[in-house]
């Protein structure tokens, strides 16, 4: 068995982990991400989590194969450099350069949606897959491609945007600047807008009162509704997954992955929700009656996912 420890680099904390050949985790732990300190600095904690973690797990610093790091951004793998990450304040540092003057070892950096992408494919829901499509639904949307078992990134991993195609020609204002762009339908904070939308106009529906008993309108409060049969609640999701399914087919037309994860918390809503998703993708994917359709499974390795994710691209 050979040992490799995945970094997940957050803005709010770093999470290091043991993980063997089989992606299971043997020990973990973290710490918090000191944003405002120098990249040196920040490195130097990475470091240091990454010896106290081996040390916990009972392994020698040289029974450790690789280190494989997942960062919010724009990350070039292939340099070793996170070119930006608006949560961490990293202009192009090369972070690998300044780990292996700790420790002289093996070091990749990934962008962490594409760590998450290849961890699904590896030990998610279908094992060993090599053509897979991850899709995260939450604040925004992300998106990672494993093309024969690699991860796609673009020239200087500046691809892989896939929350940015544009689903509606002068559609809702994105985040990015640009309208009509997929993640401002199928996001869970366009999930929310629709939701707020549909109450206000609509306020018999069900989901005013979850809301008011709540005291607060979050992503739970449509699906509650509908499986107490509120009608505008059904119409909602509905409509919600019609604009999921719409980028997932224009993703699934141009990559004919195997499996397509879903990730985020949507995703949690259950699996009648995904079957929803399923259907209405199939029925409008190039050849849908005839070429293979891709699985649609819900992502399974949850809060895991980035530390599997950033060990994966190291794993032998
Ligand atoms: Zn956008």
């Known amino acids: 068995m050979r040992y ?26 973290s710490c918090v991400t000191r944003a405002n ?32 790091m997942g960062s919010p951004g724009t990350v070039n793998s292939k340099e070793g450099i996170i070119t930006f990450s608006g ?32 961890g699904e494919a590896r030990f998610g829901a279908e ?32 691809g892989a945007e896939g929350g940015h195609i544009c689903i509606k020609m002068g559609g809702e204002r994105c985040t990015c600047g640009e309208r009509g762009c997929w993640e401002a339908y199928a996001s869970a904070t366009a999930l929310l807008r629709q939701t707020e939308r549909a109450m206000k106009k609509n306020p018999e529906s069900v989901m005013n009162k979850i809301a008011e008993e709540k005291g607060c309108i979050d992503g739970t409060v449509p699906f509650e509704a ?32 195997q499996t397509v994860s879903i990730g985020g918390g949507v995703s949690n809503a259950g699996d009648w929700f995904i079957k929803m998703i399923e259907r209405q993708t199939k029925r409008h994917v190039f050849g849908g009656k005839i070429n293979k359709m891709p699985k649609i499974v819900k992502a399974v390795l ?11 691209p190291v794993m032998k």
Request: aromatic content about 8%.
């Open 302 to 312: 949850g809060n895991d996912a980035g530390i599997v994710g950033a060990a994966a």
């Open 87 to 118: 949560n961490l304040n990293f202009r192009n540092v090369n972070i690998v350069e300044e780990f292996r003057k700790h420790w002289d070892i093996e070091t990749v950096v990934n962008n962490d949606a594409n760590c998450a992408a290849l």
């Open 4 to 29: 490799y420890i995945g970094v997940d680099i957050g803005g709010m904390s770093i999470k290091a982990g043991v993980v063997d050949d089989n992606g299971k985790i043997i020990k973990k732990k």
């Open 226 to 257: 509908y499986k107490q049969g509120d009608k505008t609640a059904e119409k909602v999701i509905k409509t919600y997954v019609k604009y999921i399914a719409t980028g997932l087919v224009t993703l699934i037309n141009i990559f004919r992955p």
């Open 127 to 158: 094992k060993n897959v090599t053509d897979a499509v991850f899709v995260t639904l939450g604040t925004g949307i992300g998106t990672g491609f494993i093309i024969d078992g690699k991860i796609f990134e673009g020239r200087r991993g500046e």
């Open 37 to 68: 300190e120098s990249y040196e600095t920040i490195v130097g904690d990475i470091y240091g989590l990454c010896k106290s973690v081996t040390e916990e797990a009972g392994l020698k610093k040289e029974e450790i194969t690789a280190v494989g």
